[in-house]
């Protein structure tokens, strides 16, 4: 069955520090895809990234980067230079299948920056 | 992209009530699915609505309680009904945009008192 664990609950820090955003997952499809979505305050999910299962190539956005493994079931986000307008729930998912129709999300990471 | 509407954006419901939710698309869609965000949880797939079919259920979702409507490639609707405190939730439409991206709509705020 498919999983995805964020085991970072909340992370809080200063402005301006990086910060990785852990997200590690389970499925037995041999194509499938990854996301990111952010959901800030105002409770609207924003879709920030799609990976599919072969390509593995890191990809950067701005300050945004995201770090694809497959060898360790990992698909971590990372922030650099955070802003106080980052702060928001994080989420990862994950497609159940091929078809990225069905997805399911992980917990959640709570992100706080302090000014 | 798809922009995504979604009507009420909250309200506030007594016990044994039902409510519709209503989703509108700017595009047509071919898929169109329900969510559940209980308060500080992650989202869990209530259904999938296809135009034209009975829409397909998760585990856990019966259609008794989250009836859907899918009159066109644009819009389907999402009832909570005989509601208890358990279904206070934010509930969010999503479509399936391109092939691989899903979208969503700002979510509906329930609280069920």
């Known amino acids: 069955a498919q999983k995805v664990t964020q085991a970072q609950t909340e992370i809080s820090v200063v402005e301006k520090e990086d910060v990785t955003l852990d997200c590690v997952y389970e499925?037995?499809?041999?194509?499938?895809?990854l996301f990111w979505y952010k959901q800030p305050p105002s409770g609207e999910l924003v879709f920030l990234i799609r990976?599919?299962?072969?390509?593995?190539q890191n990809e950067i956005s701005g300050r945004y980067s995201w770090n694809f493994q497959k060898s360790t079931s990992s698909f971590n986000f990372t922030i650099t230079a955070s802003q106080v307008v980052d702060s928001a729930v994080y989420f990862c998912?994950?497609?159940?299948?091929?078809?990225?129709?069905?997805?399911?999300f992980g917990s959640g990471t709570r992100l706080s920056i302090r000014p | 992209s798809a922009v995504i509407s979604q009507k009420p954006s909250r309200d506030i419901c007594q016990r044994g009530t039902s409510l519709t939710i209503q989703c509108q698309v700017d595009?047509?869609?071919?898929?169109m699915f329900w969510y559940r965000q209980q308060p500080g949880q992650s989202l869990t797939l209530i259904a999938t609505a296809n135009q034209g079919s009975e829409a397909t259920y998760e585990s856990g979702f019966v259609i008794d309680k989250f009836p859907i409507s899918r009159p066109n490639l644009t819009f389907s609707t999402l009832t909570v009904s005989n509601m208890s405190p358990e279904d206070s939730s934010i509930y969010l439409c999503?479509?399936?945009?391109?092939?691989?991206?899903?979208?969503f709509g700002p979510g509906t705020r329930l609280t069920v008192t």
């Open positions: 998912a994950l497609s159940k299948g091929s078809s990225a129709s069905k997805i399911i």
């Open positions: 595009s047509q869609v071919t898929m």
């Open positions: 499925t037995r499809d041999t194509t499938y895809y």
């Open positions: 990976r599919n299962s072969f390509d593995e």
């Open positions: 999503s479509v399936q945009a391109g092939t691989y991206e899903q979208y």
